[in-house]
């Protein structure tokens, strides 16, 4: 659980195991998809642009308005943030670790506070060498549509109410032309095999799927390779692991256009292009109703490619004793790419981008475990760093003379517009340092404790670090003499906590410093010189938004585990809050101002059977 072990009937805080047996079965393109409906709490909407595309994940509820409220996404001990899931086939995840409350997801500083979602993907296993394949074929179809007029009974309404209408004689319905039959298919075969000293598992996949509106559909290929070897006599063990994808999406630009003229345009217009001027015929008095068909040419293609790297080894020094050192990359590519034609678009537009991503974690853990008489002590020290680099750039170009080069030919646009062409640069890092102690007595009485100290460059040199403590207990009821007077109670555990997680994903890396941009083309002689200008008020007193959580909850299980019931009480309190406040020009040279004001309550109950 977390950077620690243990077992669920001692956890102290609120911890949910989710494993393959328990997962969705269903067509799953994201793998959170396959725990939909399975952790109370846990909140999982489908994205509106593309049929991968997860819209919102919120743990107990939103608790920032400008940080991060995503949870921590982990896999194998790899962080990334929710677009990882996608290099990850579900068939090769073996189980899923929800930490919810702060009295765990302190483990993780200020990357879990909004709670952590921890991905074990399988291993290989000793014996020899099997193969597993795993398929299936499906459709999608629009269920039910809009029901409007169609050709003949638009002309029919017209004419008894003496409305004058543009008729070209055509009875089309835009809502099926620009509908299809979605086509899903899903492949995936793993190789795995090993002997007592060491194991392996490779496995290759692949995702189809079309989407009922024409021209949106994805296709994702999936890799997980890892291997597991023991050393000089059980002194060090390795792990080495990779995983990555190759996603490709063809998206819809404008939903809401798309949709509304599809149900509102003419269907007395065809279905095809003008023979003549060879374009879509329009509706020129209608500002927000375009020829849907036309739409259907849009180009918005986006490919995203995704690598990550991760070694352990684990050094049993002495009985107990345990040195883990632990390093991973992640390299992820997003190329973006669009052409809006002179059907959609005065004159056309084409947009190229790219954005990329560089992580390097490096962690060194020491872990200490003893077993005395009834006493049990868990002992962990971290020390971790993380580096994360951001590079992109893109060009915006305009007033093309022909839709037939697309994107793929920016010259062919006359006018590029100086604030459509841009690049960057950002690299945030992270130091963190943690300790964790777990005291078990008799099995019954559990206490945990947790302080975790991160330092982030994003904030000024007077608040860089953030101490983030956190403290639960347990008391296993059904562990006691006179619970045994009850066998039909397996386990009943009352559990209570309270900690503390910083938040600081939501702002740029260099917000508490003076930075400048380019703000415009001036002439300075026979040249044009770009001139520079403050890039925003500058607050150099940002300091950490810190989440103050309490949780309490009790576990049962009845009848030899087949009847399973929890609850939890949970209260957060978030302050010093980050947001973008308005204020007076001048003295300030901007009118918002990033600032730590402001607190925000969210609580709520759980209970899941």
């Not at 692949?206 to 023991?230: A, C, H, P, W, Y």
């Not at 599809?262 to 008095?285: C, E, L, M, Q, R």
């Amino acid at each position: 659980v977390g950077y620690a072990t243990g077992s669920l009937k001692t956890l102290s805080g609120s911890v949910e195991k989710i494993t393959e047996t328990q997962m969705n079965k269903d067509q799953i393109t994201n793998p959170l998809e396959a725990i939909r409906g399975r952790v109370p709490g846990l909140t999982i909407q489908r994205g509106s642009n593309g049929p991968a595309a997860l819209d919102a994940v919120r743990l107990r509820g939103t608790t920032s308005l400008t940080s991060g409220n995503d949870p921590l996404i982990i896999v194998d001990g790899v962080f990334g943030d929710l677009s990882m899931l996608t290099s990850i086939y579900p068939t090769d995840i073996e189980s899923f670790t929800i930490l919810k409350d702060a009295s765990e997801t302190a483990q993780y500083g200020s990357r879990g506070a909004s709670g952590v979602i921890e991905v074990t993907t399988k291993k290989g296993m000793s014996g020899r060498t099997q193969v597993a394949y795993n398929g299936s074929f499906g459709i999608s179809t629009v269920y039910k549509n809009l029901k409007m007029l169609s050709g003949d009974e638009y002309r029919r309404i017209a004419s008894e109410r003496g409305i004058s209408i543009l008729d070209k004689g055509y009875n089309t319905d835009f809502q099926k032309e620009i509908e299809q039959t979605g086509l899903q298919q899903n492949h995936h075969i793993a190789f795995y095999g090993g002997s007592s000293e060491s194991s392996y598992r490779v496995s290759l996949g692949f995702m189809d799927r079309q989407g009922v509106i024409l021209n949106e559909d994805m296709k994702n290929f999936t890799s997980n390779m890892n291997m597991n070897q023991k050393m000089f006599d059980g002194f060090l063990n390795c792990e080495l692991g990779m995983f990555g994808s190759i996603q490709k999406n063809h998206n819809l630009v404008d939903y809401q256009k798309t949709f509304y003229s599809a149900a509102t345009f003419n269907p007395t217009y065809p279905n095809h292009k003008d023979p003549v001027t060879n374009s879509w015929d329009g509706i020129t008095t209608a500002s927000q109703i375009t020829n849907p068909l036309a739409w259907m040419e849009v180009q918005d293609d986006d490919a995203t490619s995704h690598i990550s790297t991760h070694a352990r080894l684990t050094f049993n020094l002495l009985e107990g004793l345990k040195l883990n050192l632990f390093g991973a990359y992640t390299y992820n590519i997003v190329e973006n790419s669009q052409y809006l034609p002179t059907s959609v678009w005065a004159n056309g537009q084409a947009y190229k981008g790219t954005k990329k991503r560089e992580s390097l974690l490096g962690n060194m853990m020491l872990t200490y475990k003893k077993n005395w008489k009834k006493h049990f002590f868990d002992v962990l020290a971290l020390a971790e760093l993380q580096k994360e680099t951001y590079t992109g750039y893109y060009t915006t170009v305009s007033n093309f003379s022909t839709d037939k080069f697309g994107y793929n030919n920016l010259q062919a646009g006359a006018l590029r517009l100086w604030e459509g062409t841009n690049s960057y640069y950002d690299q945030p890092r992270l130091a963190s340092f943690m300790g964790r102690f777990n005291y078990t007595y008799a099995d019954r009485y559990v206490l945990t404790l947790n302080a975790r100290t991160d330092a982030s460059s994003k904030f000024g040199a007077n608040h860089k670090w953030g101490f983030f403590p956190s403290a639960s207990a347990a008391w296993v009821i059904s562990e006691e003499e006179f619970m045994k007077q009850l066998p039909m109670v397996d386990n009943l555990k009352f559990r209570i906590g309270y900690g503390l997680a910083g938040n600081q994903s939501g702002i740029d890396s260099y917000t508490t410093l003076n930075l400048v941009k380019p703000n415009g083309v001036v002439p300075v002689g026979n040249s044009a010189v770009v001139s520079l200008g403050d890039l925003r008020n500058t607050n150099p007193d940002l300091k950490w938004e810190v989440k103050h959580t309490f949780n309490t909850g009790i576990d049962v299980a009845l009848f030899g585990n087949r009847l399973l019931l929890s609850a939890n009480y949970y209260n957060s309190r978030t302050t010093d809050m980050l947001y973008l406040y308005n204020v007076s020009v001048p003295p300030f040279t901007y009118n918002t101002l990033l600032a730590n004001i402001g607190s925000m309550r969210n609580w709520g109950t759980e209970i899941a059977i």
